[in-house]
């Protein structure tokens, strides 16, 4: 069992380099396929207590991934604002 887990944060390329350079774990994604495919590993892994997704890529997120996350303690799917001109 892992004890301690980290925050995970799934960014477009605009924004992934400010968070890495605030040494947060941050993965790229920039279509549904990619997001989609970061939630499944994560959740897989049980390393992240919370994965951070942007809010303009909230509908992106398959059926699949969030009945996954709704039958676990962990991780949290939580959704953060980002401004119109990043959008995807």
């Not at 069992?1 to 790229?28: H, N």
């Not at 994604?29 to 997001?35: K, R």
């Amino acid at each position: 069992m892992i004890s301690e887990r980290t925050l995970l944060i799934l960014a477009p390329p605009a924004l992934v380099v400010g968070f890495k350079l605030g040494g947060a774990r941050a993965e790229t994604v920039t279509d549904a396929q990619s997001l989609n495919k970061a939630i499944e590993a994560a959740v897989e892994t049980g390393e992240s207590g919370i994965i951070a997704v942007p809010e303009n890529m909230r509908k992106m997120v398959s059926e699949k991934n969030i009945s996954a996350v709704r039958k676990t303690v962990f991780p949290v799917l939580a959704f953060y604002p980002t401004l119109s001109e990043w959008d995807v």
